[in-house]
């Protein structure tokens, strides 16, 4: 009996421990599932806390900007007072501009009453104006057709200006070969013929050379002169005592024949037409050998100096400008001072050809090439005390 | 003087210059064979089909007719067998322009005809010297322009 009931108790006992068994599976079972459950909570709450790392820095870095748009705002407040200050100061100054706005508005108002009254007056003046402009217009309009006619006129003159120049050109130029032809037959005839000749013959062929002669000398300078006009007009900064010196050296004969000295010691460098001034200083020396006192020896001055303008006096120059005063002085017969324009017309001669040789061109040479240059000539004599030659040439050209 | 007949050409329509050239040449002791021409179509008419026997040297006056002395030297200078003739230009005016041109064309020598017969005659001369001595070196420019003023040394 006690076996069986041994075996009862321990059958409840193993029914137990089976129970308590299948519970403890059971448990487990709850419990690895509790744990799985643990183990995802756990990786959730580690993303988190990454999260929060990255939340916290952005934050840290919020923090920052904050504090210094703090400082900043603080700075702005500042400035802000300042012009809030000043605000206030400017407002008490408009309060006080504008009463004297007020003030002066008042006074415009007065003004432009009297204005109104003022303008009337100058519209009417204004409509009299009107008319006289019209009268103007008219007048205008016939001044442009005067001056349009005016206008026809110069280029005309041009024109025949240089028709005529070309004319003393070619005419002077084909004159010479029939001139030269009867000089060369009178020099044959006299050569070939002499045995055949009275004297008088002779004598008379003789005067036909003469008169030869002077036609050619006639047709040279008239050459002469029309070519000053025709060659080209180059400037060129020359040392004026090379010129004096070349022209001194093609009249070495003659200088040393009257027996001159010419000084040339206080000469500057001029801007001019090489090729031309040297044909005027030969001109200019050449006659002042020529007339030179048959009694004494020629003594030649020439001197050049730069002047100013205003220096000058005289409507003729500007007188802001420089210009270079060239004087080319003798001691010879000179001439009477009522001359003194004359003596640069074209063939204008003082003296017989019997008594003082040439053409009476060359001056008008002179005085071309001076207004070739935009200068100009006087000219001072007085009769057996010398003659006296001022050229007055603008410094610097172009 | 040298034996050989010397053969000149004169270009010139003037028949008075021919005439005054002519009577130059016969006073002289210089053996010559002269031949004129009246213009310059003449001339390079005759130096064209006569290229065996050229002129030993030609006197060139420049105002011609149909073809002028500037012309016809410039056409001689460009021909092979005609650019060795020695040209003379024979003038009546001077233009120191003219003379530079004619200078760099080539021409020999530069007359400007002398109103004085003696003079003319002196200079032609001087011309045909140098010819004859065969001597016809390229002219300075300073010996270029003979006139009845050139101090001509011979």
């Known amino acids: 009996m006690s076996n069986t009931l041994a075996d009862d108790e321990l059958s409840v006992a193993n029914k137990e421990l089976v129970f308590q068994n299948e519970e403890k599976e059971k448990r487990a079972a709850e419990l690895s599932i509790a744990n799985k459950e643990l183990i995802f909570q756990n990786e959730e709450k580690e993303k988190r806390a990454a999260e929060l790392i990255i939340a916290n820095t952005e934050l840290i870095f919020q923090n920052k900007e904050k504090e210094k748009r703090a400082a900043e705002l603080i700075i702005a407040n500042r400035e802000l007072a300042f012009q809030n200050k000043e605000k206030e100061k400017r407002a008490a100054e408009l309060i006080i501009a504008n009463r004297e706005l007020a003030f002066q508005n008042e006074e415009k108002e007065k003004r432009a009453a009297e204005l109104i009254i003022a303008n009337k007056e100058l519209a009417f003046q204004n409509e009299e104006k009107e008319k006289r402009a019209a009268e103007l217009i008219i007048a205008n309009k016939e001044l442009a057709f005067q001056n349009e006619e005016k206008e026809k006129r110069a280029a005309e003159l041009i024109i025949a200006n240089k028709e005529l120049l070309a004319f003393t050109y070619i005419s002077s130029h084909d004159l010479q070969e029939p001139l030269r032809k009867i000089q060369t037959f009178v020099t044959i005839i006299l050569e070939n013929e002499n045995a055949n000749l009275s004297d008088k013959g002779k004598y008379n062929f003789h005067r036909m050379q003469l008169a030869a002669q002077r036609m050619q000398q006639l047709i040279d300078d008239l050459l002469a002169f029309s070519r000053i006009n025709t060659t080209d007009h180059q400037f060129e900064k020359t040392e004026l005592s090379i010129v004096i010196e070349e022209v001194k050296n093609e009249l070495r004969d003659t200088i040393r024949e009257k027996k001159a000295t010419i000084e040339a010691t206080e000469v500057c460098p001029v801007n001019i037409i090489p090729f031309q001034f040297r044909q005027l200083m030969y001109n200019l020396i050449s006659n002042a050998l020529k007339f030179s006192d048959p009694g004494s020896p020629s003594h030649i001055i020439i001197q050049s100096v730069v002047v100013k303008g205003s220096e000058l006096a005289s409507q003729y120059f500007s007188p802001e400008k420089n210009y270079c005063h060239i004087s080319v002085k003798d001691n010879g017969i000179g001439f009477e001072p009522h001359f003194n324009e004359r003596i640069f017309g074209v063939f204008q001669k003082l003296h017989s050809k019997e008594v003082y040789a040439g053409t009476g061109i060359g001056l008008a040479i002179v005085k071309k090439i001076v207004e070739n240059h935009k200068g100009r000539i006087v000219a001072t004599g007085e009769l057996n005390k010398g003659a006296r030659f001022d050229i007055y040439i603008p410094a610097n050209l172009g | ?154």
């Open chain 2, 1 to 154: 003087m040298n034996e050989k007949q010397l053969t000149i050409l004169l270009a010139d329509d003037d028949t008075d210059d021919c005439l005054f050239f002519k009577d130059a040449l016969e006073g002289m002791a210089i053996s010559t064979e002269f031949t004129t021409v009246h213009n310059g179509e003449q001339l390079m008419e005759l130096l064209n089909y006569e290229t065996n026997k050229l002129p030993h040297v030609l006197f060139l006056d420049l105002n011609m007719p149909r073809k002028n002395g500037f012309e016809c030297l410039a056409e001689i200078k460009q021909n092979k067998k005609l650019k060795g003739i020695p040209v003379v230009i024979f003038s009546t005016s001077y233009e120191q322009e003219v003379v530079n041109l004619l200078y760099r064309n080539g021409a020999q020598y530069f007359i400007r005809k002398p109103s004085e017969f003696g003079q003319f005659k002196k200079i032609i001369l001087y011309v045909l010297t140098i010819v004859a001595q065969q001597n016809m070196l390229r002219t300075t420019k300073s010996d270029f322009v003979l006139t009845a003023e050139s101090n001509l040394v011979m």
